[in-house]
């Protein structure tokens, strides 16, 4: 047990983002366990609502290297993953979920129906609907409804649903940086690209997606001389009540 807090909490403090790499060969094995371990932070609802491209191909490297502004962590990774915010996989996923329960002797008629209905409520909630009308609605029935009761506000309109997906999908993104430094690579996650250019590259559609940020890894340049890290003091970060 010591031996897994100390490797999780030396990940954490060690990781940087690492602005040159020299060129390494990441195995089919060390790629699946950091996009596995990306998979498995927490998300809301459990929708996962995100997409991870990885991008080793030299070719597609390049391209993809440009379309972050050239910047060198970029142009110099052995990969590169773009994160993107997925909206369009809610209801495909709560049905995959929903086979995977039914596959599973664990989980009753009783739970699994149960299930269902949840994911049918949740669809509607997170439906912006055509030109966000429904968002319109949805808005003022849970602004009216929170003038006498407790209750969140679920994502109205469409930016609000990639704002609800981009929490999740950083969340995988911070597992995956964690997950390549415990495997001794290093990262540096980036938003400096061409969202539009780079979606097109991707085949990517505005309905539907938003990349969040783009992911360099690789293992460190010899010559690279990292800068000191610096944090504000816990108390300009944390209020304790
Ligand atoms: C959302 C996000 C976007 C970032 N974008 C870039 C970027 O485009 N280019 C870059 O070189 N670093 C980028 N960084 C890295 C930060 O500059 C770096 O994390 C920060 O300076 C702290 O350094 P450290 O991670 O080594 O502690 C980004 C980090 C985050 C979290």
């Known amino acids: ?19 040159v790499f020299e060129p390494v060969e990441i195995s089919e094995e060390i790629l699946q366990q950091i996009l596995n371990a990306a998979c498995h932070a927490p998300s809301s609802f459990n929708m996962q609502p995100y997409r991870f ?13 440009k379309l ?45 129906r149960d299930y269902e209905r949840t994911a049918k409520l949740g669809r509607i909630l997170f439906m912006p609907g055509p030109f966000g009308i429904f968002g319109v609605v949805k808005w003022a029935v849970f602004r009216l409804l929170n003038l006498w009761k407790t ?19 950083s969340l995988a993104c911070e597992n995956l940086m964690i997950a390549a430094e415990a495997l001794g690579l290093d990262t540096c996650p ?43 003091p816990l108390n300009a970060t944390v209020t304790i009540l």
């Open 1 to 19: 047990m010591k031996k897994l807090r100390d490797v999780v909490l030396a990940s954490i403090f060690q990781r940087r983002a690492v602005k």
């Open 53 to 65: 491209y990885w991008v080793a191909n030299a070719k597609r490297k390049s391209a993809v290297a």
């Open 68 to 112: 972050c502004l050239g910047q060198t962590p970029a142009e110099t990774a052995s990969a590169l993953v773009v994160a993107v915010a997925d909206i369009g996989s809610l209801a495909a996923t709560s049905r995959s979920q929903l086979e995977w329960m039914r596959s599973r002797s664990e989980f009753s008629e009783a739970k699994i």
């Open 151 to 169: 209750v969140g506000m679920p994502p109205v309109f469409r930016q609000d649903l990639f704002k609800w997906a981009t929490k999740s999908t």
């Open 190 to 232: 980036m938003e400096g690209f061409d969202g539009r250019r780079l979606s097109r590259f991707l085949e990517l559609s505005a309905r539907y997606h938003e990349i969040v940020m783009v992911i360099a890894i690789g293992k460190r340049s010899h010559a690279y001389v990292e800068p000191p890290q610096w944090r504000r």
